[in-house]
């Protein structure tokens, strides 16, 4: 799963303790990333599989307006990754140097999975 990118209008600049706003923003993504995989259980299936789900976190962290923005092509899987999202229903708070109402996201879900033949390796 990765994180595609997001979106806020607040500029990059250091704070009085010299860490970045993007440190912040690295470590509140990671953060966000997590609490949304621990959500996703894809059905398990022999294909790779890529949906990209945008969707937007408000001040106090709640989730809203979350759309596939690009479909794998299996409903089922779009339906998964959507659900991941909708699940976790609210992260962290904004961090307080991000001034605005909200930051849009897109997060991609990607699944590689490989049928392995066991009589490949049974001599």
């Known amino acids: 799963m990765r994180i595609a990118g997001f979106r806020s209008k607040t500029p990059v600049k250091t704070v009085q303790n010299k860490i970045s706003t993007e440190d ?13 995989k621990s959500n996703w ?4 299936d022999n ?10 976190i408000m001040r106090d962290g709640t989730i809203k307006s979350s759309k596939v923005s690009e479909s794998s092509g299996d409903k089922q899987f779009d339906t998964d990754a959507i659900k991941a999202v909708k699940q976790t229903g609210k992260v962290a708070p904004l961090p307080k140097n991000i001034l605005d109402e909200y930051i849009d996201i897109t997060f991609t879900f ?14």
Do not use: G
């Not at 912040?24 to 949304?36: A, G, P």
């Open 110 to 123: 990607e699944r590689v999975s490989y049928l392995v033949k066991k009589d490949r390796y049974d001599r």
């Open 47 to 56: 294909f790779r599989n890529k949906t990209v789900v945008s969707f937007q």
């Open 24 to 36: 912040v923003m690295n470590s509140y993504m990671k953060d966000m990333e997590h609490r949304i």
């Open 41 to 44: 259980l894809p059905a398990d």
